[in-house]
């Protein structure tokens, strides 16, 4: 086996599996078990990870994304090398810091102190290493004074603050983030992804596991994408990531259908004159919407990157008629670079003095922009939703 | 794996996969076979020794931190085990060891060599459960737990060993001194603690509701094996290594916490030297109980993180 340069980390033909079966390690499940596997029955097993094949250069961003139970977790723990994997091999080389769960790893009943060098020494660092990079730490958590508290007395973002400090500057070759940032304030995020893009730099390699996508564009320069236990797709994070989008959007699709009384039975985007549509130009909206009485309510409609948070939303609110109708909204400028978008649309409507929901927010209709590519922030800095703005500059 | 590895391009390219062609199992070859090695096993552990300490230093430090008592706490269980032990046959005899050795000084020497053992198991046997936390972060060698919970013991056992001089002073009776051999007996207390230990905690792992079993059945093997060695000690205590039936040598392999409490009143209390034939034994039988410890450990070490 060649020698790997630390920061590497290599999955070569990676399957994982759990017991289908719902007992628990106590003595009488083990003693069920056992019973029957003398009876000669076969274990029940799930694979919740198949032929996974990563290489890793070390310094590089990776970013896992998927649904919740498409194996990713999973996959961040065979790397941190917790669990072993059922089949293949998995090589990851160096030091691998690890936040995978909120708090974990953090003894309430040591003082903060005590807890940087509890797992400093997990993470394979001497004490003299620790005590080098101590007050960095705890500068960066902004704990203060209260590092020689007992943990247990620290408010949820003070622990996460401190948590991640010290994944962060133990200066590991391998750092894995699962779904942290979600939690703490919007500052400390920030200031989080900044250090995240500062550790990269000095060639630790990152993985990324998060449902946050904009984070994942502005952090990542690669993206693996599971589901159901599978690789769908791997390569650029962009790329991956609008492939899943894509997908959310096809599987939400399925499901328009409304029994409310009032259902839409097309819809449709055009360009000017029904042609392409282009960042910065017009854009026609058609909707034909068939009703079972007179009401009067506000069509919602979003444009949205494959999630249900959309870019902007437009309203019209109006008496609408009974039977079928048509209702065309012209936007004047489409404030989106290029990229697949989807139409998400609502009705609300009040029903004996209660404003209730005719259809639900659900994706109808989804296009393709054509136009300049969005523009991405420097790097670690997160861009919420791509707009397209145009910008005239001067410079004298 | 022996394929030589090609730099990634800069930018890799996008590849998509179709999970239909992935077939339902992996190919017979690379299923992963746990093979432990204990040597690597070993070696591994010496470079990651550090994390014992830490772990030991976080526990007697957030023990003692919470117990009303402080550090007092320490000896106050071999006292009260002393209290019970007394209350229950102190008044009978026939538990003296001879030698004008008053009863209550060779219970608590009793109680020091079993307390080294009894704590030992009281922490290690959940300390991979109670752990788990710290295990979901990193791999390390997961023995690290177990041993973490055996420097603890030896530290508390140290402690208890102050009650000692109270006990020689209140009785007038002063330690001989072939006590000085003491730590030679604790040295082959250790493997056979670490064995017993490493493998109670590995099968609490898979299956957890057997912690419970430990706090009713240590206080009765402390009372059979503190009291028990008292009234079968003058048979065997002068003994030459040769008469040791095969009966009694099975028995120092099966329980060498036996010997090891002979020789350790005999050398404390009554002034004779170790019993080469008995330790050798004890020796052995300690080994016995840490190799086969530590294979089981490494064994089950494999679904650890999947059970925790």
């Not at chain 1, 998060?210 to 589901?227: F, G, I, K, N, R």
């Not at chain 2, 020091?112 to 710290?134: D, T």
Request: charged content about 20%; some cysteine; aromatic content about 10%.
């Amino acid at each position: 086996m060649p020698t790997l340069p630390n920061g590497t980390v290599l999955a070569d033909h990676v399957w994982k599996r759990f017991r289908a079966d719902r007992s628990r390690a106590l003595f009488q499940d083990q003693m069920i078990r056992m019973g029957r596997r003398l009876k000669g029955q076969r274990r029940e097993y799930r694979w919740v990870l198949k032929d996974v094949n990563l290489h890793v250069e070390p310094g590089r961003t990776h970013a896992i994304i998927g649904v919740n139970g498409s194996g990713k977790s999973t996959l961040l723990k065979i790397i941190c090398q917790t669990t072993y994997p059922t089949a293949g091999r998995m090589a990851a080389v160096g030091r691998i810091g690890a936040l995978l769960e909120v708090r974990s790893g953090i003894h309430p009943d040591l003082s903060g102190r005590q807890n940087v060098y509890l797992y400093g020494n997990i993470l394979g660092l001497s004490r003299a290493d620790i005590a080098a990079r101590f007050d960095d730490i705890v500068e960066f958590a902004e704990v203060g004074d209260a590092i020689d508290r007992q943990v247990k007395f620290y408010s949820t973002g003070m622990a996460i603050r401190l948590g991640f400090s010290i994944a962060a500057f133990l200066e590991p070759d391998i750092l894995l983030v699962d779904e942290v940032l979600a939690v703490g304030d919007a500052r400390f995020q920030q200031k989080c992804l900044e250090r995240i893009s500062q550790v990269v730099a000095n060639g630790t390699t990152l993985f990324y596991v998060s449902h946050d996508l904009p984070t994942v564009e502005a952090v990542c320069d690669q993206a693996m994408w599971l589901a159901d236990s599978n690789v769908r797709a791997d390569g650029p994070a962009r790329e991956v990531v609008a492939l899943y989008r894509q997908s959310v959007e096809e599987q939400a699709q399925l499901t328009s259908a409304s029994d409310t009384g009032i259902r839409l039975l097309k819809a449709e985007v055009t360009g000017p004159d029904g042609g392409q549509v282009r960042s910065g130009e017009e854009v026609n909206l058609r909707f034909v919407v068939e009703s079972e009485e007179p009401m009067f309510g506000a069509f919602h409609i979003g444009i949205s990157q494959g999630t249900a948070q959309p870019v902007f939303v437009v309203r019209y609110a109006t008496s609408f008629p009974e039977g079928q109708f048509e209702l065309k909204c012209r936007l004047q400028s489409l404030p989106l670079p290029k990229g697949y978008y989807s139409v998400w649309t609502a009705m609300k409507a009040p029903v004996a003095s209660e404003i209730k929901t005719s259809f639900p927010w659900q994706p109808v209709a989804s296009f393709e922009a054509f136009g300049p590519i969005a523009i991405k922030g420097p790097s670690g800095v997160m861009v919420l939703s791509p707009v397209f703005v145009p910008a005239d500059w001067e410079l004298s | 794996m022996t394929a030589t590895i090609e730099p990634l391009a800069e930018e890799a390219a996008l590849k998509v996969f179709d999970a239909s062609l992935v077939p339902d199992d992996p190919p017979a070859e690379i299923w992963y076979r746990h093979k432990p090695n204990l040597l690597k096993s070993v070696r591994e552990l010496f470079r990651r020794g550090e994390i014992i300490y830490t772990l030991a230093e976080r526990d007697i430090k957030a023990q003692y931190k919470q117990a009303v008592l402080g550090i007092s706490w320490a000896l106050l269980l071999p006292l009260v085990n002393l209290v019970v032990l007394t209350i229950l046959v102190g008044h009978t005899k026939g538990f003296s060891i001879g030698g004008g050795v008053p009863t209550v000084l060779s219970m608590y020497v009793g109680l020091l060599v079993w307390g080294f053992f009894g704590g030992a198991i009281g922490g290690g046997a959940s300390s991979l459960v109670g752990n788990k936390m710290l295990m979901a972060k990193s791999h390390f060698p997961r023995e690290c737990f177990p041993m973490a919970q055996i420097l603890e013991s030896a530290f508390t056992s140290l402690m208890a060993v102050a009650p000692l001089f109270v006990l020689f002073g209140i009785t007038g009776f002063g330690p001989k001194l072939t006590s000085l051999w003491s730590p030679l007996y604790l040295a082959i207390e250790i493997p056979f603690s670490l064995g017993f230990v490493l493998f109670v905690s590995a099968i609490i792992v898979q299956a957890r509701d057997l912690q419970q079993v430990i706090p009713v059945v240590l206080p009765l093997a402390m009372i059979v094996t503190v009291l028990k060695p008292l009234t079968q000690v003058s048979h065997h205590v002068l003994h030459p290594v040769f008469i040791l039936g095969w009966q009694r040598i099975a028995y120092c392999i099966v329980n060498p916490m036996a010997p090891i409490m002979t020789v350790s009143r005999d050398s404390i209390l009554i002034g004779i030297g170790p019993q080469w034939g008995l330790l050798g034994w004890a020796l052995l039988g300690s080994l016995v109980y840490l190799v086969f410890g530590y294979k089981v450990f490494k064994r089950l070490e494999v679904n650890f993180a999947d059970l925790t």
